[in-house]
Each structure stands twice: as C-alpha cells, then as structure tokens.
C-alpha cells in the first residue's frame, strides 16, 4: 500500500538531498514517524491500512473495533476473517459502519472467559490516496524529524542568536492541538481530526 509521501518527494526538499547526512533508511523511518503521528492525532489512517484486533465477545450482533490501547478503528473497508473462540466466522454479508462497528448478518459475537476470544481482520481508512495537505503534512514532519536528527542545536533550545537577531523557536507541548513544533501543520491537522462517537 503506498504512504502518505514517498522518499523522493522528501528528498527533493530543502536540505534532503545529501545522501550521505541524510541516507534512505532515515527518511523511510521519518515518513513511518509521520505517519504514525498523523494517524494518532486525527484518529484514522488516511489511506486502506490493514488491522488485526483482539477483543472480547460482545453478546450482541454488533462489535466495535478497537485497538489494544482502546482508541476505535474508525472508517473499516474490507473483512478479511475473522474467529470467535478459535471459530472461522463467514463474514460476507456483515455491514461496516464509519464509527468502526461491524454487525453481522446472522449470528453474535459471543463472549467468554476470560473474554478477548474473538479476532478481527481487515482493511481501514478514510481514503484510497492521503489528501494533498495530509500528504504535505507527512512530507513537513518528515523533514523535521530528519533535520532534529542531524541537527547541532539542543533538542530543549527555545531561542537561538545568530547575526540577524535572537530567533525563538517553536516547541511542541503537552496541548491537545499541538502534536508538533510546526504551526501551519498542527493547524490543518486539527482541521482534519476525526472523531468516534462518545456512546461506548
């Protein structure tokens, strides 16, 4: 499945094209980083991502999917399989809800102890291919990861002097709306969050 960017669209960017500060392997793991981040803030992944989820039986005909941290799968596509006490269930009539619900046509989710008996597969996301400003976002975080790395300045520095002045720099903090240093990606990325139902 493609990513958000791809290596070369981070290595045309300024101060990426020195193979040698900046190898493959780097930026492969910044876009990874990027990717990660975005799909945390925003609460889904921007294009088909596979999942597999262990959860305990509802009892009901309904499910909703949710990761081992407990944040919902928003957006499902596809089932590939899935097993309820060790059970293959056929799965091709089942109806897939945005909010990360699958009810199955016929049937239930069965709980029982100690519970996390039934095991989800499949594809989800809001997208085929990530939205220009969400791929903008993944290449500028990209970038930043990269030139924290290689960087001379301390990670903890507020403000630096150079010939032109005292320039501050930007941090990223504990605020909900803030997951980077980076303003103009923290703005279009609040524009994009996603969020589940409250109802548990």
Known sequence: MPDYCSLAE???MEE??????????TITEAIAYAEELIDRFTGTSWI?????????GSNDSAIRLKDDEGRAILYPRTISSCTVDGTSQTTAGWAL???????RDTGYFTNTFPGRNV?????????????????WCARTIARQYILDL????????TG????????MLAQASAHPDRPTSLPDVNARLVRRRQ???SIA
């Open 10 to 12: 981070v290595r045309a």
């Open 16 to 25: 990426m094209d020195d193979a040698t500060a900046v190898p493959d392997a």
């Open 48 to 56: 088909y991502k596979t999942f597999s989820v262990t959860l305990s």
């Open 97 to 103: 809800y945005p909010e990360g619900v699958v009810v």
């Open 119 to 135: 095991v989800v597969v499949g594809t989800a996301g809001l997208t085929t291919a990530a939205p220009e400003d969400i791929a």
């Open 150 to 157: 290689i960087s001379r300045l301390p990670d903890r520095a």
């Open 160 to 167: 630096v002097n150079t010939s032109d002045g005292t320039i």
């Open 195 to 197: 969020r589940g139902p």
